[in-house]
């Protein structure tokens, strides 16, 4: 995998940290939560992307990359 944008849909608004741990993204507040834009280098990448948004107590709705 290369670097590939990636949108993270997530349901609810998004707190003070979590705009912290996704400092180096673009976040978006839509109804009924918010959406979090940025690139991802790898699998790996991504599956941390997708554990810290867990441990937020985030829920990821939708994922999918920009650069189809």
Known sequence: MTDRRYEFRVDGPLT????EAFCDMDVEEVRPGAVLRGVVVDDAHLHGILEQLRLLGLTVVEAHPLDR
């Open 16 to 19: 003070d940290p979590a705009r």
